[in-house]
């Protein structure tokens, strides 16, 4: 083992941030470590950085309560937050008033509301980033609500992006509190608008804000296909100049041939979640709806989500049920304890349903902190082809193409002990579990009891009608096709 002089990597990688680590990472000479070290230092100064912003925050909330008065003053304190107080954070840290109101706004969360975040914070477990981004996606909620919200996040925050956190958040969220996520949605929409802006070089920017998902999830489907049948087509513009094109040819009025073309909206639902919004999304459909026993036990439902979207209650999910209209395909995925079927192929190349079903598992570059959608990336052989990997789920996942060549060429070394759930070395000898969000209504898919499967298929699919609900004979097991 290569010998680091005073530098004990084991300690390093596990002290806990503070004036005592402090010294320790400013007398280290990052010359004499190797790479492998020099990681464990970087991720020392996070930890470090971490403990600092949290001690500034703490500072930020006495100068908000701190009365008037000057270097003369006794240190009291007021009871609450003094009005112009981020008036005095933004004159002393050259902020403009917007980020200074946001800023107070994150300490005294930290202080008050959300005290589990900021001892997160200051042990170096989470960064500024994720405590922003818990803060930001529990406003909504009651304290008590937004507790358990950050009980059940934290949990996992210190092995999650940002983006991720946002992502699981927005779930537990509609969850915790779907009552008030519906009047939150209602509202919202009440202030639905479109902005013309002028740009620079002549051109200019179209904004739609607070727009009915239901809709917006169409026409973005729409547009996405009819671009890249246009591009299949021959035509030579870069593909987004063509969705814009096609976006601005639509707004304008001028026809567009969609030669019989199938739109899909893809969507994942909890079984229950799917069933409650299907008999919704009916009974909102007659002419005097009853709330049916179904629908009044909502209260902690998941939910479901949207591709490209994500978390959506089971309110959108009726809507988008409602919505179906003929040319768009809802690709929907009905899952129950985590069960998806895939198809194991010998062939070198994965079939379209292979490809597909892993893209789904996955959702985006499976790399540490990649967030790039599992569509625009490649189909790796997790234990390559050539040396006797099978071309099944069980042994792909989605890389991007950076990502690729890493694993290929840069000396990343990648496991899947089981599908779905992957490790990976860096050629700096470090390790990563890398595991993809849980889908709704579970964990990882996993290979299904071909038995179970038939029973879960055939109760879906009695409520994907798009506008009705009429509750039919079960159907025989030789009228239901395979899924692959």
């Known amino acids: 083992m290569f010998d680091h002089g005073d530098v004990d990597v084991s300690a390093l990688a596990e002290a806990a941030p503070g004036p005592e680590l402090a010294a320790t990472l400013a007398a280290i000479d990052l010359t004499a470590v190797n790479g492998c070290a020099r990681v464990v230092v970087m991720r020392a100064w996070q930890r470090q950085v971490s403990w600092a912003s949290c001690r500034m925050y703490e500072a930020m909330s006495f100068v908000a309560r701190s009365p008037m008065g000057g270097e003369d003053a006794p240190p009291e304190l007021l009871d609450a937050c003094s009005e112009f107080a981020s008036v005095e954070v933004g004159a002393a840290l050259t902020l403009a008033p917007g980020s200074a109101d946001r800023e107070l706004c994150l300490a005294l969360d930290l202080t008050a509301r959300l005290p589990g975040t900021r001892a997160a914070l200051e042990a170096g477990r989470i960064d500024v980033a994720k405590a922003r981004e818990i803060a930001s996606e529990t406003s909504c909620l009651s304290d008590e609500l937004a507790r358990q919200a950050e009980e059940w996040i934290l949990s996992k925050a210190p092995d999650l992006t940002r983006q991720q956190i946002e992502r699981r958040l927005k779930g537990k969220v509609v969850a915790l509190d779907p009552v008030g996520a519906e009047e939150r949605r209602k509202a919202a929409k009440r202030e639905r608008r479109i902005k013309f802006s002028a740009g620079v070089n002549g051109v200019a920017s179209i904004f739609g804000y607070d727009l009915p998902l239901e809709r917006v999830v169409q026409a973005k489907a729409f547009i996405k296909e009819m ?16 969705e814009v094109d096609v976006f601005l040819d639509l707004l304008c009025g001028r026809h567009l041939d969609t030669g019989g073309m199938a739109v899909k909206v893809e969507l994942v639902a909890p079984l229950d979640t799917w069933l409650n919004a299907a008999t919704r999304a009916a009974n909102t459909a007659d002419s005097s709806p ?8 909502t209260a902690g439902a998941e939910p479901a989500d949207l591709k490209d979207f994500g978390p959506i209650s089971e309110e ?5 049920i409602k919505a179906a209209e003929a040319g768009f395909e809802y690709c929907w995925t009905v899952t129950e304890d985590g069960v998806v079927v895939y198809h194991n192929r010998s062939a070198y190349r994965p079939t379209r349903k292979q490809r597909e079903f892993v893209q789904a598992r996955d959702r985006t570059c499976r790399h540490p902190g990649c967030e ?16 006797g990997g099978t071309t099944c789920a069980c042994n792909l996942t989605m890389l991007c193409k950076r990502h690729h060549r890493a694993k290929h060429e840069g000396g990343w070394w990648w496991t899947q002990p089981e599908p779905g759930y992957f490790k990976t070395q860096s050629p700096l000898g470090h390790t990563y579990d890398v595991n993809p969000d849980p889908l709704p209504g579970s ?36 009228e239901i096709a395979p899924p692959f």
């Open 227 to 242: 671009s890249e049948h246009l591009k299949a087509g021959g035509d030579d513009r870069y593909l987004d100049e063509i």
């Open 290 to 297: 009853k709330r049916t026993e179904r629908e009044e036990d």
């Open 316 to 320: 959108v999910l009726a809507d988008i």
């Open 372 to 387: 790039r959608p599992a569509e625009k990336c490649e189909a790796d052989h997790t234990f390559e082809h050539r040396n």
């Open 443 to 478: 964990g990882i898919p996993r290979q299904a009891d071909p038995e179970a499967r038939r029973q879960r298929e055939t109760v879906a699919a009695h409520h994907a009608a798009p506008t009705t609900y009429t509750p039919t004979a079960p159907i025989p097991d030789e």
